[in-house]
Nanobody, 119 residues
Framework: QVQLVESGGGLVQAGGSLRLSCAASGRTFNIYTMGWFRQAPGKEREFVAAISWTGPRTYYAASAKGRFTISRDNAKNTVYLQMNSLKPEDTAVYYC????????????WGQGTQVTVSS
């Protein structure tokens, strides 16, 4: 199993920035991709960004491209999501998740961290 713990959420004004962190432990050797998702009240969970655990590949949702940056520190088993130019519509619970080499989808999830952007 992989355990994930997110941190870094909070309340910020529109136009501000936050950096989310996701620390992984357990079977980290099996991680193929780590991703960030979010879920706003009354809405379905949506993909935000992902990064390969080895190699340079990154992926972004259209809503995140140009404002958010995903990065990783393999030595710390941690993935970050730098969020700039935040908008009220970015308000959501943000979750990190992992996809393993032996799985077809994201199968381990963190508990989530709340991001609230005030107008």
């Amino acid at each position: 199993q992989v355990q994930l713990v997110e941190s870094g959420g909070g309340l910020v004004q529109a136009g501000g920035s936050l950096r989310l962190s996701c620390a992984a432990s357990g079977r980290t050797f099996n991680i193929y991709t780590m991703g960030w998702f979010r879920q706003a009240p009354g809405k379905e969970r949506e993909f935000v960004a992902a990064i390969s655990w080895t190699g340079p590949r990154t992926y972004y949702a259209a809503s995140a491209k140009g404002r958010f940056t995903i990065s990783r520190d393999n030595a710390k088993n941690t993935v970050y999501l730098q969020m700039n130019s935040l908008k009220p519509e970015d308000t959501a619970v943000y979750y990190c998740a992992t996809k393993g080499y032996d799985s077809g989808d994201y199968d381990y999830w963190g508990q989530g961290t709340q991001v609230t952007v005030s107008s």
